[in-house]
């Protein structure tokens, strides 16, 4: 055997041509594979001699599984020797194929790209120290008060800040439309939970009233056939609820079930916004400093690994659509974009996710980075008390392909990691937005 190879930036192709010398060998193994699945009298399936396999195999069959011993076994050596990393399964094109003298075929595939990386304990990338102020910590406060408000019922006008229960019929030239219709409904006004002049419409109204509120639909609207669309919604008030907000102070911090005093929940709010906070500007960072190896660094993006995340994207996209009840082409029109435009959007995006698992993977060689079992046991391990009692889930956690999952993930996180390590120290803070003018 013998080779040819022309190799690009992303791909390879080898021209392989195989000799007599190289069937004899691949003609032993064939008849072997084919032996298996033989019935021959007198012999167990698989035990039977070569020379009497020969004789209950079809020729053709013969000759094909020869060419397919020659070529798979051919594959890992060429690569080897190539020394390149194939990162598809090859694809084999038959050229030339003479049974027992000589064949020709060319396999290629795409390949693992060279990576030239910037210098990556020098970027410039800002880190935005995360702030918390007393406002932040009051807005949380007054949201857990929120949530243990408690209702009663009146006898009085609605106003905004109170709970309603209402019953509505929503109508479009006089015909009910989808999704316009409920009872029993609670719905706080001021919200802003439905569409404008819905809420303020139902304020000033008491228990027992019908009334008609005569509405237009936004024009962005995400349903098509309701978009700008004049309609009339049909209303019975049952009931108002005032709601009455608990005070600031320890009563609330023992509602909570955790906390005696309110200073003791304020601090226990102060930690996690800044731990949140924290976390968001860490990943914020992590995602600037990657943006910059990608600008930086020179490599090419596989064609068929972008094309397969832009298939996941666009997968991903079309059922977060549909759960909006919504079709692609309304959403479409929503975002004003063509479906060419949207989809070259997409390929951006896959591109620039490829190159960055393209760079990450280079970093953790640069940085000898490897994950040991027992840290992939025990991320698999928390995954599954996470799944708890969905055993599905849990199952395919068992598989090779979940082990190999989990193992790319640390090593990413650990590369990411590293890399903030490097060049935390010396980011700059993000330039301040200008002023603007007191006109």
């Known amino acids: 055997m013998k080779f040819t190879v022309n190799k690009q930036k992303t791909s390879v192709e080898f021209t392989v041509t195989f000799v007599s010398s190289d069937f004899e060998p691949a003609r032993l193994k064939a008849l072997t594979r084919l032996a298996r699945d033989l019935k021959i009298p007198g012999f167990r399936n698989g035990k039977a001699p070569a020379n009497i396999v ?12 020869t060419l397919d011993v020659m070529v798979r ?8 020797e190539a020394d390149v990393q194939p990162l598809s ?10 049974p027992g003298e000589s064949a020709e075929v060319v396999i290629s595939s795409d390949i693992m790209p060279e990576v030239k990386l910037c210098d990556y304990t020098k970027l410039k990338a800002p880190f935005d120290e995360p702030k918390v102020t007393d406002k932040d910590v009051e807005d949380v406060l007054k949201r857990i008060a929120e949530s243990m408000a408690e209702s009663k019922a009146v006898k009085r006008a609605a106003k905004l800040g109170d709970e309603v229960i209402i019953d509505f019929v929503g109508k479009k030239d006089d015909v009910a439309f989808d999704g316009g219709t409920a009872k029993d ?3 706080k006004l001021g919200s802003g939970q439905f569409i404008p002049g819905f809420e303020d419409g139902v304020v000033g109204h008491e228990p027992g009233d019908k009334f008609d509120l005569k509405l237009k639909f936004p024009k962005d609207y995400h349903a098509e056939n309701l978009a700008g669309a004049a309609v009339v919604f049909e209303v019975l008030l049952k009931q108002v609820n005032e709601m009455t907000v608990p005070a600031l102070d320890d009563e609330l911090a023992k509602k909570t079930g955790a906390f005696k005093k309110l200073d003791d929940l304020k601090a226990d709010i102060r930690q996690n ?13 992590k995602d600037a400093l990657l943006d910059e190896m990608i600008a930086g660094s020179k490599t090419t993006a596989p064609k068929s690994l972008v094309e397969e995340q832009a298939q996941h994207i666009r997968e991903d996209a079309i059922r977060n659509i ?3 009840q919504m079709k692609l082409e309304d959403y479409l029109k929503q975002a004003k974009l063509t479906e060419e435009a949207w989809k070259k959007e997409i390929d951006e995006i896959a ?47 068992e598989s090779d392909e979940a082990r190999i999952s989990v193992r790319s993930r640390i090593r990413i996180n650990m590369t990411m990691d590293k890399l903030v390590e490097l060049n935390r120290a010396h980011a700059p803070k993000p330039k301040a937005a200008p002023k603007k003018s007191a006109k």
Do not use: W
């Open 89 to 98: 399964a090859p694809n084999v094109d038959i050229k030339k194929f003479v």
């Open 322 to 324: 549909a759960a909006h």
């Open 273 to 285: 916004i800044t731990l949140q906070s924290e976390q968001r500007a860490l990943d914020a960072y």
């Open 185 to 187: 409904f609670k719905l």
């Open 54 to 65: 020969e004789q209950h195999v079809n020729p053709n069959d013969l000759a094909m599984q």
């Open 351 to 397: 591109e620039k996710r490829i190159l960055g698992h393209l760079i990450i993977a280079k970093l953790g060689d640069e940085f000898g980075i490897k994950v040991k079992d027992e840290e992939v046991d025990e991320q698999l391990d928390q995954l599954r008390q996470m799944y708890g009692k969905d055993e599905h889930a849990k199952k395919e956690l």
């Open 73 to 80: 076994e051919s594959i890992p050596k060429i690569y080897k």
